[in-house]
């Protein structure tokens, strides 16, 4: 990954290669902002800057450093993520961490520890990792990527210098799509508007073909449920919950799709839709549903993702949302 792959966040960049030009390289970094907008990305691009035998503004992409990181079998690179069935990162991930940090690189110019997502860190280990962050070790660099400096502790927050990653408008990232990626037009529009400012994650779903599979099987569920009743309800949140790995990223497919269909209600302009290529379906189903059905489904998708989130039993939370849509019940995981 390079700094070019990054697409549109320049501010962010810029900074980066800022510290790398000048030689002040911070020991760490707070990567800040809403999934998808690239933070992650750019971490591994920075990580692999650092470690390049030939930076000039950007990683040269074939060194032996660079094909290490990018292969993630580089010994002075590491990512910090939760272990295997876990949601949360725990004090004694971040004690290994302090253990390597204290011998320095192995064979790179700088030892990087990536914490993704770090707002995973439970407190006990955030305490610890400020003990890193207060006495770093000579040619170390952490990168903590979240989505708002609000989930650290103040303390951690303070000790690193802060990278924002922005939501993009939705024409830059179609015309980066089209431009740097070579993406279809049309292909490049519906990818724009449902990724919804998030440009990394346009950039990713260009290089998936899967990605418009997913999204229509979706709303092919969520169109049959509306249709069908009760039975079909429940196959689409069978289908919405299989996946744990997409869980979220579906429901965020999900209210997208309402959303449309009330914006179409309230507005009939095809050039606020973000399923753009689904204008047809818009329009007949939104004749089926009036404005507070659309609102009840919108707001039991969102109680759904907060309960989720929470750690309720996705299938349940999912089930309750479904029932809500014409109840106007309280969802689950909420008192």
């Avoid at 962010?12 to 790398?20: C, N, T, V």
């Avoid at 914490?115 to 170390?140: I, T, Y």
């Avoid at 209600?265 to 007949?284: A, C, F, H, I, M």
């Amino acid at each position: 990954m390079r700094f070019a792959d990054v697409l549109d966040q320049h501010h962010a960049i810029g900074l980066l290669r800022s510290a790398l030009r000048s030689g002040r390289v911070h020991h760490a970094y707070l990567f800040a902002g809403p999934a998808g907008t690239g933070r992650s990305e750019a971490a591994a691009a920075f990580a692999q800057a650092l470690q390049c035998e030939r930076y000039q503004e950007d990683s040269c992409g074939v060194c032996e450093p660079c094909r290490k990181v990018t292969s993630d079998v580089h010994p002075d690179v590491r990512w910090v993520r939760p272990l295997e069935g876990k949601t949360t990162i725990g004090i004694d991930q971040v004690r290994e961490v302090r253990r390597e940090a204290a011998y320095g690189p192995h064979e790179g110019r700088w030892k990087v520890f990536v914490f993704c997502p770090a707002d995973a860190m439970l407190a006990e280990a955030q305490n610890s990792l400020l003990k890193l962050l207060e006495e770093p070790p000579d040619r170390v660099v952490l990168v903590l990527v979240v989505e708002s400096a609000q989930a650290l502790l103040p303390t951690v927050v303070s000790r690193c210098q802060l990278v924002r990653f922005n939501l993009v408008p939705i024409s830059q990232i179609e015309h980066a799509l089209r431009v740097q990626f070579g993406v279809d037009p049309a292909r490049a529009r519906v990818l724009a508007a449902l990724s919804a400012g998030r440009a990394a994650r346009a950039a990713a779903w260009s290089r998936d073909p899967e990605a418009l599979r997913d999204r229509d099987a979706v709303i092919d569920s969520l169109v049959r449920a509306e249709r069908e009743g009760l039975l079909a309800a429940l196959q689409a949140c069978e289908f919405l919950a299989q996946d744990r790995s997409r869980l979220l990223e579906r429901l965020e497919v999900a209210a997208l799709w309402y959303r449309d269909l009330l914006v179409w209600k309230e507005t009939g302009d095809p050039s606020l839709l973000v399923n753009v290529d689904r204008q047809g379906q818009v329009e007949e189903l939104s004749e089926t549903l009036d404005r507070r059905a659309l609102r009840r489904r919108l707001d039991a998708l969102e109680e759904a993702r907060w309960a989720i989130r929470r750690n309720v039993n996705p299938r349940l939370a999912l089930e309750a949302a479904f029932l809500r849509f014409d109840a106007g019940e309280p969802a689950v995981g909420r008192t």
